[in-house]
């Protein structure tokens, strides 16, 4: 056992993306789970099996003497399981981005926030040593606690106000979710061509590679930041019948030459 | 010597990241590069030294009994640098995404296209060998050419018309410029904070190796795919003294949610 602040056990609430990924990875540092809670029996029993714990979708079963309580479900409904959760002595906390730790205050006497910043998909395999781990706790003893317990699953632990860690969660929203969302849309744009994704996979990997090595600012390449109206010009006209992509197209590339001369312009 | 259709040496104009990319790749693999053609000296004879080749700034200094040229200049002098060049019998290529093959009609008579997709900053090593290579040429003995010529440069060779690559660079656009600023918006949406861009890079690179491994539409997450309107608002507040954010978060989430749903009604 690596771990015996948590001794009496761990409960997942959740059976969703980062409740999968962070069960597993305690459960793969020793950490004791002894019951998975999900709303959908299935998905509960899933991820309880996964990681040798007993399952639950009935919240009066969860146990009420674990060590650690960790809520990982969809914001509408963390408050009906905040109101309703019966816990003896146990931390308390959510591992949500964009969700302040007050949230708790009313409800439990130690509670904390544990936000892994990474996207997280069932299915894939992940490092999770390299997370950051976000931690922030409603005392010093908890905070100590959980601190320790992410420094067993990462290299990479930080302490993080609420506030800092909104500011956190947003830029992560833009940095994963919307440039995932221009693959999206740049396979979007290859369907009914005679080419797949796969011609793009060099060009995502070398253009993250580059961002991490250097610095995104500094790495941009392309019409807008060469404010190359020639080039623009075809593109939007090739954009001209699709509304959305035609907004997206001329937003995104002048707020890349605005940036472009705000940077220039400081130095 | 690797390739013989060459023997009279490869002249390249210009010396930006796709020209020095290109030629050195050419280099490595013996190709003999006799020119480099820039009108700024010093860029022409950094790359020239570089591949072991002469260089110049006056046009009317190129060599005229090349076997290939590669023009790779931005596009608005590649007109100029088109109706001012003399050459004797040998190949003219350009290597840009967006500029047909008809440029070259008027002028030469054997011409073609060598577009590499992918994005080049002069500092970064790149493996060529992934990188596709796109070829379109005036007749089909030049195609054979730029085709053997490309082979030995990459393992990823394809025809591509002058429409279709068009729509493949619309595509690297959104891919890659467009990409790489939702990185560059994510690390100024933290500065003043006490986190630095470090912090996003596990999630930059997972991201992209997600949407290599799975696809991008399939591999989403976050409060736009969700329609998490709580948190969406939360992040709206946060942006609401900065016009040009706030417009990018919510284009880019409706066309993220709208994206979903049309895939959900496809089945």
């Known amino acids: 056992m690596i771990n015996t602040n948590f001794d009496k056990g ?4 959740g059976a969703g993306n980062v409740a999968t990924h962070l069960s597993m990875a305690l459960n793969s540092n020793k950490f004791n789970i002894t019951c998975v809670y999900s709303r959908t029996e299935d998905a509960a029993k899933l991820l309880a099996d996964k ?6 979708n009935k919240l009066e ?3 009420t003497n674990a060590g650690l309580y960790i809520i990982s479900v969809k914001d509408e409904v963390k408050a009906e399981i905040v109101s ?3 816990i003896d002595k146990g931390i308390v906390v959510h591992t949500a981005g964009s969700v302040g730790l007050d949230i708790f205050e009313d409800s439990f006497s130690k509670y904390g926030v544990f936000y892994p910043l990474q996207t ?3 299915q894939r395999a992940i490092d999770f040593s390299v997370i950051p781990i976000c931690v922030e706790a ?4 908890v905070e100590n606690k959980l601190l320790q317990l992410a420094r067993c699953l990462s290299k990479s632990v930080h302490k993080v106000s609420s506030e800092e860690r909104k500011i956190l969660h947003l830029s992560a929203v833009f940095a994963c979710n919307f440039a995932n969302h221009m693959y999206s849309l740049a396979t979007n744009i290859l369907e009914g061509s005679n080419f797949s994704f796969d011609m793009l996979k060099p060009l995502i990997e070398e253009t993250a590679k580059k961002a ?3 610095d995104p600012i500094h790495a941009q390449t392309g019409p807008a930041v060469r404010n190359d109206q020639n080039v623009i010009k075809k593109h939007l006209d090739l954009l001209k019948d699709n509304n959305e992509y035609d907004k997206i197209y001329r937003f995104v590339s002048e707020s890349i030459y605005n940036l472009k001369k705000k940077k220039s312009n400081n130095g």
């Open 61 to 63: 079963e969860i146990p």
């Open 120 to 122: 997280f998909t069932k």
């Open 138 to 141: 409603s005392s010093l003893e």
């Open 51 to 56: 990681v040798d714990a007993n399952h639950t």
């Open 84 to 86: 309703k959760l019966e």
């Open 10 to 13: 761990i409960v997942v609430i």
């Open 212 to 214: 991490i090595d250097c």
